[in-house]
């Protein structure tokens, strides 16, 4: 799927991540490639080292840095003793993690955490470090490829941050094979040793169902507050997938929980990839479609049933109420025209419950359940 298929952010992605598994486990791997490799620079509290110097105003792309400028200014250097290891002048810069082959020349990018290093020989006017959150919503934006390795980086770098010691062992861990997994690093030892299968650690994936409910006359949606949103800003229900439960059920159950609502027919449309959960763990949206189950033939909206613990409202709006909402999240309207109704708007193209909303809107889930 290429950038912009659905409209949403992190659609798709100008790397390609397949790369040789025998490439990937030789021990010089990282030094062999540093070289001609490019580099992403992440700071865990500030963002991705992004460029503003581009032909057009407040659009920003990666400032990608070459290993000798890391090695010059961070003092980086690569281990050789089968672990990828590094060390640096305050020794907190983390080795380099593999995002992937660029498209556009077949470089190799790789992210790098630099929290707590001195990295202002690498800041000029132009050259600063960027939230993935602030090009999404903010004044500075980026194109799709360039959100798309923004948002993968700090995914990436966030995960082997939160990981530096094994659940289940106890022991510090390091990256292996360019950073695609960790492993405790004297686990690595004894496993060379006596051949037994040492305990890995995979980056995480949280599945998260995220829905369109509608009546079954689809002349309304459901859609609900959160108490952190924006004042007006109503989105598509959605929860966890919890284990060992289908999509499907963890649709029906989230809506239920969220609004007293049983729903039939829910079916998968799309997803999207969200590296900027606030867990700190990147989601994988799947997208549904689901519509209210009847009540004994009875065409009233379904009675909507809430405590107030995660949603501070959850209600029935009409596809006029939504419209009005969905261009004022494209711009396309000013707020203040629907400042005398509760919902004012959504979230915006980033998203994928945008993208549902919209197709809704568009009655393209006309008598979708009845297929």
């Avoid at 309207?333 to 809107?361: C, N, Y």
Wanted: hydrophobic share 40%.
């Amino acid at each position: 799927m290429r950038a912009g298929d659905h409209g949403a952010a992190f659609s798709a992605t100008p790397l390609r991540r397949s790369i040789d598994p025998a490439v990937l486990k030789h021990p010089s791997f990282l030094r062999d490639a540093a070289p001609t490799a490019m580099y992403v620079l992440y700071d865990l509290d500030r963002g991705v080292l992004c460029s503003t110097s581009t032909s057009k105003a407040e659009r920003v792309v990666v400032a990608y840095r070459t290993f000798s400028d890391l090695t010059r200014v961070l003092e980086l250097h690569l281990g050789n003793d089968g672990v990828e290891a590094c060390s640096s002048g305050d020794g907190k810069c983390a080795p380099p993690y593999l995002l992937g082959k660029r498209s556009d020349d077949d470089t190799l990018a790789f992210v790098v955490d630099v929290t707590g290093c001195d990295t202002r020989a690498m800041e000029t006017n132009d050259d600063c470090f960027i939230a993935v959150r602030e090009l999404m919503t903010g004044p500075r934006t980026a194109d799709d490829d360039t959100l798309v390795i923004v948002g993968l980086s700090h995914a990436i770098a966030r995960w082997h941050a939160s990981q530096r010691y094994c659940g289940y062992t106890g022991l510090k861990t390091a990256p292996i094979e360019g950073g695609l997994k960790r492993i405790a690093a004297s686990n690595l030892v004894a496993a060379n040793a006596t051949k037994v299968k040492p305990t890995k650690l995979y980056p995480r994936v949280n599945p998260v169902a995220i829905m369109l409910v509608e009546n079954d006359a689809g002349t309304h949606c459901l859609l609900g507050r959160y108490h952190r949103a924006p004042e007006g800003m109503y989105t598509c229900l959605a929860g966890f997938v919890e284990t060992c439960e289908r999509l499907e059920d963890a649709c029906a159950r989230e809506v239920f929980e969220e609004s007293g609502v049983a729903i039939k027919a829910p079916r998968i449309l799309n997803s999207q990839a969200w590296p900027v959960a606030r867990g700190g763990h990147c989601e994988l949206m799947v997208g549904m479609h689901a519509v209210a189950a009847d009540r004994d033939g009875d065409t009233a909206l379904p009675p909507v049933i809430f405590d107030g613990t995660e949603m501070e409202d959850v209600s029935w709006f009409s596809k006029t109420e939504v419209t009005r909402a969905l261009n004022v999240s494209r711009g396309a309207a000013t707020p203040t025209e629907s400042m005398d109704v509760k919902i004012k708007t959504v979230p915006g193209p980033f998203a994928l419950a945008h993208w549902l909303i919209a197709r809704w809107v568009d009655d393209e889930c006309a008598g979708a359940h009845k297929l």
